[in-house]
């Protein structure tokens, strides 16, 4: 006997998807995690434009990410280029990240999958019976924009980032500022912990994750150098340039959008990878959240994703802090943006952002033009791995009402924090 | 009774749904005044159905499914707010490419895109299919402009957002001019204002994410750009980055 279960449109996630599963008897015959959203084609839109315009371009690809993809879309035209930017560059930089980090994690711990977690169709609703709590996570969110704002000169797709620097770079005032949220935000991550305490993480499904992020070399969590793969009990690693290795971009026929997987395994990236591979840096009140909130990495449970995203979030505000008193005691410069000349170049890079590893590379002819482009997106990667952490779901819960069967697979492609909206690899099939 | 909005997304980056999420100072206010009944983005509950006081719409029109979408949303809508600039002028990804899409498909998607055979039509702002009662400019709108249009709906009023070009919202703040005096490819003279000039406040030259402005003379800004030394073709596809499809039209009437 032939079951279908679809999900037609999922709510709570940026973009639009759908989920379809087929069962013949007992036996799982196809999982598909569909993206219909619009094609938008973004690399080969690029080519022939000038370096400088392109990561303005680039940006629109994704709201929530952009500065992410404002900032990896840089780095890349920089190690094309040969351009080193200097420490303060690199430190303000990594302090946009950790804002993005707060507002992105704010945004979907809180407004988008708490709801699930507690039986609300929406925040509007929590907001009802947990005024407070709301509250809470809207300010925090609120300090994750002030943060890229003063920054990036602003939350949604930024302005102020240009080829080697800053258009203009902050002043000591703006962080003296900065400095009082972020303090406040911390006060705020405890409540934050406090409500999150209480919540029970469901666990319905048992699939080890295969998890895959870059390694810091620095104090920089979100940049580095080499991607770190869990493989068994070891760690793989790939140089950034070689990044095509691992992501092994693919089209398959049973879904609408491209796949990676590596040594045909699928893995996944974001906050709970970041985690797995990277928790050692974890300190602060970060840590004592992560003991409070029992997550134990490796990780058979995705749905801990939420828990991971919360523990980050509470890391960005302890590191922002820091970041910011640093930046005072030592007196931000007002530099110029490093100098570069066109000429025949390619170079890749990539960066952690909120849902995990972004990759960008770049193809510039001696007028400095595109002459091709590469972008791989967080959930492009996390497809793949979504989709055999649905499949087990199904399996791994054989007799329950596909009632409750779709709200599990819901919470589970939600716990991912997609972001179909990350265009680029997004193909639609026709009606 | 409080009105009933609709938020709605078709293809975009959700930029100017994160922008109303982003209002966390007001959201609440906003709710208190306003019944969201549809708004997936936000929530699992939705009347997909039922008559909408206000449907706000971001992102532009790709193909059939999302053209059928928007006619829903319209016949269901009292006022239809197009929000953003891609809603507004179709976006960026309805930009020039140097080949035709089909040959952008194949190099994006290679052989399996050209197999498939996608629903590859191009990206078109609202205006194009339905009626549009008031356009937010922006890439994303600013969040003052959206908090401005939703007190002056709630009070019965024409929401009025600026006229007037970027170039003027930048004298205004006595920013040195990146165009005449730094020589730098500046939209300003020929961008909608209302974004308060903010990339020439950043050093940064405007690249028009806000559309034209009314009777935008572009033929002049591209004489200018000309002097500057810059590439004609790239003075095209700079200015034409995120408003082709309304540009190609004006276009049109002026040689009609």
């Known amino acids: 006997m032939t079951r279908t279960i679809t999900i037609d449109h999922l709510s709570r996630v940026e973009g639009h998807g759908g989920i379809t599963v087929v069962l013949e008897g007992d036996r799982v015959s196809k999982v598909e995690f569909d993206v219909f959203e619009g094609i938008r084609l973004f690399e080969g839109l690029v080519r022939g434009r000038s370096m400088e315009d392109v990561t303005g371009i680039v940006s629109r690809i994704c709201a929530i990410c952009s500065h992410g993809h404002s900032i990896t879309s840089l780095q890349a035209l920089e190690n094309a280029l040969g351009v080193e930017v200097t420490p303060q560059t690199r430190r303000l930089r990594d302090l946009a990240y950790h804002g993005s980090n707060i507002e992105s994690h704010a945004l979907h ?18 907001a009802g019976v947990m005024p407070d709590a709301v509250k809470t996570a809207l300010r925090l969110k609120k300090l994750g924009n002030t943060i890229q704002e003063v920054i990036g000169g602003r939350a949604v797709h930024p302005v102020n980032y240009v080829i080697g620097g800053f258009g203009k770079v902050p002043g000591t005032d703006d962080l003296l500022a900065l400095k009082k949220e972020i303090t406040a935000g911390l006060a ?32 920089a969590f979100f940049f580095g150098s080499i991607i770190g793969i869990c493989d068994g009990d070891g760690v793989t690693r790939i140089p950034v340039r070689d990044y095509r290795t691992l992501t092994n971009e693919h089209c ?131 497809l793949s791995n979504a989709e055999d952490q649905m499949r087990a779901v199904v399996t791994q819960t054989a007799g329950v009402s596909d009632s409750l069967l779709k709200q599990w697979l819901q919470i589970v492609a939600r716990a991912y924090d997609p972001c179909i909206s990350c265009s680029v690899h997004v193909i639609r099939a026709t009606n | 009774m409080k009105p009933k909005i609709g938020i709605f997304g078709l293809s975009g980056c959700w930029g100017e749904q994160i922008v109303i999420l982003n209002c966390e100072d007001q959201l609440l206010d906003i709710v208190g005044a306003v019944d969201i009944v549809d708004f997936l983005g936000g929530s699992s509950a939705n009347d997909e159905e039922g008559p909408l006081a206000v449907a706000f719409i971001e992102g532009s029109v790709a193909n059939a499914r999302e053209e059928a979408s928007l006619r829903r949303i319209r016949e269901r809508a009292q006022l239809l707010v197009a929000c953003g600039s891609c809603a507004c002028f179709g976006g960026v990804a309805a930009m020039d490419a140097m080949e035709p899409r089909e040959q952008v498909i194949q190099r994006v998607y290679g052989d399996y895109g050209a197999a498939i055979g996608w629903d590859i039509g191009p990206h078109r702002p609202l205006g194009d299919f339905v009626k549009v009662d008031v356009a937010i400019p922006g890439c994303p709108m600013e969040k003052t402009e959206f908090l401005k249009v939703v007190a002056s709906l709630l009070n019965g009023d024409v929401p009025l957002l600026p006229a007037y070009p970027v170039c003027l919202e930048c004298k205004m703040n006595e920013n040195d001019c990146l165009l005449v005096n730094q020589g730098l490819p500046c939209a300003g003279p020929v ?66």
Not at chain 1, 109 to 126: E, I, K, Q, T
Not at chain 2, 197 to 204: E, F, H, M, S, T
Not at chain 2, 210 to 230: D, Q, T
Request: proline share 5%; aromatic share 4%; charged share 25%.
């Open chain 1, 188 to 219: 705020d991550c405890e409540r934050a912990l406090e409500v999150l305490a209480t919540v029970s993480i469901p666990d319905f499904v048992r699939e080890p994750i295969r998890c895959a992020a870059l390694l810091p070399e620095d104090e």
């Open chain 1, 252 to 382: 398959v026929s049973h879904s609408h959008a491209k796949h990676s997987q590596h040594d045909n395994r699928s893995y996944m990236v974001g906050a709970l990878a970041r985690l797995t591979l990277n928790g050692s840096r974890i300190d602060g009140l970060a840590r004592k959240a992560w003991e409070r909130l029992r997550l134990s990495v490796p990780s058979a449970n995705i749905v801990m994703n939420n828990i991971a995203q919360a523990v980050e979030m509470i890391y960005s505000v302890e590191q922002a802090l820091k970041i910011v008193n640093g930046l005072i005691a030592e007196g931000i410069r007002d530099e110029a943006s490093a100098l570069y000349r066109p000429h025949a170049c390619r170079g890749a890079a990539a960066t952690e952002v909120p849902r995990g590893t972004l990759y960008y590379s770049y193809e510039l002819d001696d007028q400095g033009r595109v002459l091709s482009a590469d972008v791989i997106t967080p959930t492009a990667q996390n």
């Open chain 2, 191 to 256: 961008t909608v204002a209302g974004c308060g000039a903010r990339c020439p406040a950043y050093n940064v030259a405007c690249i028009g994410c806000r559309g034209p402005v009314e009777e935008a003379n572009i033929s002049s800004l591209e004489k200018i750009l000309l002097e500057k030394k810059l590439h004609e073709v790239e003075i095209k596809r700079k200015l034409r980055t995120f408003a082709a499809p309304v540009l190609d039209r004006e276009e049109k009437r002026g040689l009609a």
């Open chain 1, 109 to 126: 711990v809180f407004c988008l999958a708490l709801p699930d977690l507690l039986g609300h169709p929406s925040v509007v609703s929590l």
